[in-house]
């Protein structure tokens, strides 16, 4: 992984743009109209993003020449970067909500000095670039965040400035300021319909983000036309609901902007919007204001006409005036007394502080210990009893919160079921008046209210903060609600965890709209995630070890709300080997001739039921599988000695039987649940869908007489 | 299926109450304090919740002794129903969003004289119960819609709002009013903290839906404490943001309640909002106004100090005084006299125009042929071309919607890319002014905007209302942000089709944020849900036949954004062998060595690779599937034909490969994509991702030598 992570190499970035000039052409020269330098600069990210676009014959022009005027003002006014070390810890963040307008951070990451050549700008959309589609963390030095998937941004950007304040409640102080950076958010129209926007707009607002400045790209078309077909809602009153200062400017107006920036960066107890009219395609003579910008490369003939029109030679496109790379290499130069500014202070702060400024360090390297080490510390005095493993979890996570102090997170709306509260630590509260109190984002606990999207991009943002380890919880239900950003945690690296509680049937008399069915698997089959579904205490602290220990994948932990029994396991278990995912949890006298996986709440049943079916003569070995993925993982000495080949297998889950298919082959059996629950107590509904040890003894049997 | 589908047995509503009424005892002589008989009515409800939650040991308490008045007074004053006839067309629409507050619609049904007997009260949330946990449309007459999941049903009231104008823009006028329903919805601090409920407020708020009234129960505590904790924003304010009229009143001020309604039902051209101040539990004095009245029984001793309190008895639970079935016979025999007067309307209706009346009756029982006649008639003259299933199925909606009138729908701002347009009808617009003009409202197009999730929900409600068949679209990927709808459209037996293009990387340069790998798996794994991926023009033309026919339960319907081949089969095909879910498309001379089960865009190319493999000695066959979920449907003769028993599989399919393993089973092959895509041209990322004819063949090759 590059990107947000990494330093970028090249040293100096005022030095990278001024060499990028030295080997440019002048406006003059290039025969570009006369203008001043801040509008060549403007006009250039606009002919690059029309060239970017034309080039992959694919990709969004629109959004990049409208917000262009901003994004420089932005750039060359606020924003505080070190292009030269994307990770800088107090850099301000840019998060490009409206990931379809890629174009237009390509474009400012390249002027900027970052370590994304041209090369990569002719390469736009193409298989292993860096410039992928839609901005992805990880692949491009400069991405904050993966965005796309409207809404997900401005929550990302909520996520990381509640991230900053708490970063600031821990480190600011005694005279050192080693934590100050903004999230600055650009926007559109389809952000702001999106749910999700408003679910994080609630939460900035409450929490009184005063480091957060949205952007929104107002410029009234979305995909299917004007935004009078679907949007028309006040959008600052709506804000204002949310608690939020909105101020407006002419998005064309660079001394409006700046006017509006200004004011936006000076308000520190609240979260404020900027409401930038803009102009989508702006210069683009026959698509400009209306949709047909927006989606589309603007090919041949109107790139002429736009070209034409702004004065730019049309025969080298991807060609930038060495004015403009000036440009950027005197903001640059800017930031680099900042930047040293803020070295210094660092350096003050580790001779004052050293304990803390270790802590401080510590947290910012994601410095965390393997899991098979975290385990065996967290397991230290272990003397479990039985019970919901949604109670282990409880249990699991003050140890875990103990060895990872970076560990913060809460629940959607249901700590006391979820059982997610770390101990001893407040939670986080919203500012009580006067600006930028920071006192209350000491905590550790996040009452994220009934936002579960939201919730999981918060969460996101705050990993890619790079700070903390976030988790976040809600019933495995509605993991529906939140799948947006689990996939996205996956595909953006972050070490997000996932916790969802009442893990099926056995949340009994809530009944089908509340009991997951379908979920263990669709949460399993999202790429790079790891899920565990533990079957007790020891299984459930495996899990919480794992997951805090994995800081760049995330993993979901799935609890039963139902108290479960303690497993007892064979000689020659190691604790350990729960981390493969799968192990043999009970083995048969005389070896097996069939092996029974389950998971979770099925496993002391199964366990009871390959009891039962041996007393008739059946000899069945039971293998606890709490991690499809760490499973799938292991090397083949591993697999086999669990799932012997030629002995023919049951899967038993309460869940839909669909996935385990590639466990027990055809000849197999797969025991779960295909219909949607119903409302009763736990223990009825589990007999109701032959869940239960003699229910599942008698399937087996009947299944091996053939 | 029983409920809002059904009309109640029992004949007359009023005589139903009463004949309860002359079963029970007085008040005086249950013991209860003396009180007027609306008090009695709304302590009555309170004291129902109490003894159904404790009868149950579960449930929530709190929400219906919070809104007891607030129904009472809706109930009484304003809700047009027929207790006897549920399904009754002009009826008002009760939705609860709140569904965890299912003891109040339960005690109302009950009070109301709906088929819903006390017997049913006192197994509240037992097995096989008309009163589950929450309420689910299809179990108990009178629910509208299935809630619990937070948010789906301002949602769905806001599509029935909107079905309701679309009825009365095709119906009403030349002096005829037959539909003039309105919908009244309570929500809670908890609907309004998910972003649904933003999205479908603003939709509301676009269309103007005069007839929607949303009641917010606004107790300021939700599960994890005050809603100091997490919510904060001015509700007002961003609701009159999104376009509504907001009125507020004292929950517990009955004439205040009254005014506050009696305004809300003036209005006409907005929807209307009603902060509704309440106190959570009222009355119960350990518990009220605080989370633990929310989601746990009182249990014995708080409620004898609640019944205390409220001068009620305690030996006798479920008791209802003689007075408060009368009042309620009181109210039936109101209502009864407007629907006499309705039905008295529609028979002039029906005798002016037969022929409007006609369709309007053909609309209601949702008549429509099936699967394999409409597939008939959509393809008579049929001559398709070589192109995207997206296409296909813009040509294969047209069919559909002139066979089905009832057929409405669009797309979450893609209706160019989803392709999802009804020609010659315009899109359903906002009011332009005025008080309930509703000629904007006779289209059959919508634009929902960026909002998948609402639009889900809003589609759920239209089919709810009972009139019309909606489909509506977006990108599979986008799939995430609209689960909830689609489970609750299979729970609650909605018919509606979710239309999901740009199904696989084959979308291309947009990159791994747009591009599909788990969702075909995550769909096809809820419960009851017909999911499609056609491969051709055909399949597409059988997928809609299929889908518009099968109004009791949902249908997915995936597309590619990319061309793909018209398939040849071979002889004896016939076209409604596409109905059974998998055929045979491909069959080599001389029988298969192998079979090899493909989708959608992959079916093409296996072909492609069997001939090839057929060249080198290796005789697949090829087994189109577009539908798994209709296939499993089929009988062991049609299944054996097709997958032939002891021949090895191999299954392709362009994302990931899990779910196969239960048709190729262990020592089978399933070729697909584990992980994320990523930008570049479709082309070339189907052969990284080894999705080529040739590479298909050569992993089969290789496998099949072992």
Redesign the interface.
Known sequence: MSGAGQAASGGDAAAACRANASAAPSAAEMGVRPRDVDQLCVDTVRMLAVDMTNA?N??HPGMPMGMADAAFVLWTRHLRYDAADPAWRDRDRFVLSG?HGSALIYAMLHLSGYDLPMAELRRF?????RT???P?RGVTAGVEV??????QGIANAVGIAVAERMTAARFNGDGHTVSSHRVFCFCG???L???????AA??A??WGLGNLKVVYDANRI???GSTD???????????????WRVLSCDGHDRADIARALDAAVAETSRPVMVVCRTIIGKGSPNRQNTEKAHGAPLGADETKLTKDGYGWPTEKPFTVPAEVYERFAARAAENAVVRAAWDAGIERFRAAKPDVADIWERGWSQAVPSADVLLERMTRGFAPVAKATRQHSQDALQRAAAEVPTLVGG?A?????NLTWIAGSP?I??TKGGPAETSQFAGRNF????????MGAVMNGIAAHGFFAPYGATFL??L??M??PV??A??SHHGSIFVYSHDSIGL???????QP??HL??A?????VVVHRPADALETFAAWADAAARRDRPTVIVTTRQKLPELARPAGFKPADVLRGGYIVHEPEGGPQAVVIATGSEVGAAVDAAKALGAQGLRCRVVSMPSVELFDRQDAAWKDSVLPKGVRRVAVEAG?P??????V???GL?IGI???G????AD??FD?FGLTAPKIAAAIGRWWRG
Request: charged share 25%; glycine share 16%.
């Open positions: 992959a694919s990709g990931g959309r193409q298989f292993g670039s992928p589609g839609h992805e993966t965005t796309g998937p409207l809404g129209d389809g952000d319909m999106e749910g999700i926007s408003a679910e609630s939460m607002g409450h979305s995909i299917d077909l679907s949007f028309t809602e006040d959008v600052t009153r709506r804000f204002e609901g949310h608690g629940s709306d249901l700590t006391h079921s939670a509260g919203p009452y994220f209210g009934v936002r579960e999207h939201a239900a509605f529906d609600y799948r947006a996939r996205l996956s595909l009994g008399e809530d009944g089908p709209t509340h069915v379908e698997w669709t399993r089959m999202i790429p790079g839909r669909d996935g385990w298919g590639r466990f082959g055809l000849d797969a295909s219909s949607f119903a409302s009763a107590p009825q509904l109701h």
